[in-house]
């Protein structure tokens, strides 16, 4: 059964909540569409945290990504809502999402959200 797009983010349980680790999943893969134009984005997202109790499972993020591909959203936006989401989701100690967007217009934009 192929996979589809879901802003379900699973979360499973920390193999080791009382050690201090880093994580850190990156992707070139992330796409919206610019609200203004309706021209595609696309970005490489890095997700760097120290988990809590809790760990993302990474199909349900990869999928999560995926269903920015079609929404209309500011690069600004995109990155402080993943950030939001997975924050919600995990409960990390520490967490970090930048997102390094392809130039548009001549322009590179970098956007670096951070919990807490």
Known sequence: MPSAPSREIVAVPNPHPARDYEVRCETPELTCVCPMTGQPDFATVTITYVPGDSIVEL?????????????GAFHEDVTNRILDDLVSAIGPRHMSVTTEWNVRGGIHTTVTASHP
């Open 59 to 71: 199909k349900s993020l990869k999928q999560y990504l995926w269903s920015y591909r079609d929404e």
